[in-house]
């Protein structure tokens, strides 16, 4: 099974929408709304491009991030695309509600740590970059 956050209508054949208004069933949902419908170490991939900042950061991405980890088969991965901090791309959107750096990745694969236990469930990143300036990209793996 492969999972796509927040779709849309543009989803991959094949992929499962995960989405409030073009999710299918027990799917259509916010992603924040856990457990997802789906078992532990049930889906293969995880995809996020452009959602993640329309998920309140705290608590809500922690509970989202934690979910796509327990869902996630040995091995499985989750992309996460987001427009950066300090662009446009970022803040010119009123629907955004969080935020993204580059090292906002790094609370959830342990380089960076708040010196208090959030509930985090870790991470490896396997790829982290920027595209166009503008766009951050992570793809990771459950540890």
């Known amino acids: ?13 094949g992929w499962i929408n995960l989405d409030s208004r073009n ?10 709304q856990t457990p ?48 950066l901090a300090g662009t446009w791309q970022a803040i010119a959107d009123p629907t955004h509600v969080s935020f993204w750096c580059m090292e906002s990745f790094r609370y959830f694969d342990g380089l960076h740590s708040a010196d208090a236990d959030y509930g985090i469930k870790l991470w490896e990143t396997v790829e982290l970059y920027v595209a166009g300036g503008w766009e951050g990209h992570w793809l990771g793996r459950p540890r």
């Open 1 to 13: 099974m492969h999972l796509e956050i927040g779709g849309g209508n543009l989803v991959r054949e």
């Open 23 to 32: 999710g299918e069933g027990q799917w259509q949902r916010c992603a924040q």
């Open 36 to 83: 997802w419908p789906t078992g532990e170490r049930t889906v293969e991939s995880i995809r996020a491009s452009h959602v993640m900042e329309h998920i309140p950061a705290g608590q809500e991405r922690i509970d989202v991030m934690n979910e796509a980890h327990r869902v996630l088969k040995p091995g499985g991965t989750f992309e996460i695309i987001v427009p």
